[in-house]
Nanobody, 125 residues
Framework: QVQLVESGGGLVQAGGSLRLSCAAS????????MGWFRQAPGKEREFVAA????????YYADSVKGRFTISRDNAKNTVYLQMNSLKPEDTAVYYC??????????????????WGKGTLVTVSS
């Protein structure tokens, strides 16, 4: 079992920045690929970013590429999402996820085994 706890959400003006953190319990953090998904009001949950177990591979949705950066610190059992140049359309609940890297496929590059409860990010115009 892996428990994931997100933090760092909040209200920010368009053009601003936020850094989300996700702390994972357990000693097996480094065996999981990690990622972030988001769900805006009235919309389905969508993939945002993922990172491989070692951190050597990163993946991004086209909508956030160049603005968001995912990273991880295996010594601290934590994954981060640095979000810059935020836009009102980035407003959503952001969920941390742990799972397995999908190298080839038509879906997200992360097969999720565990979800966090989410943290709300609101970007005002």
């Amino acid at each position: 079992q892996v428990q994931l706890v997100e933090s760092g959400g909040g209200l920010v003006q368009a053009g601003g920045s936020l850094r989300l953190s996700c702390a994972a319990s357990g000693r097996t953090f480094s065996t999981y690929a990690m990622g972030w998904f988001r769900q805006a009001p009235g919309k389905e949950r969508e993939f945002v970013a993922a990172i491989s177990r070692s951190g050597g591979n990163t993946y991004y949705a086209d909508s956030v590429k160049g603005r968001f950066t995912i990273s991880r610190d295996n010594a601290k059992n934590t994954v981060y999402l640095q979000m810059n140049s935020l836009k009102p359309e980035d407003t959503a609940v952001y969920y941390c996820a742990a799972g397995f890297e999908v190298v080839a496929g038509i879906g997200p590059p992360l097969s999720v085994a565990y979800w966090g409860k989410g943290t709300l990010v609101t970007v005002s115009s």
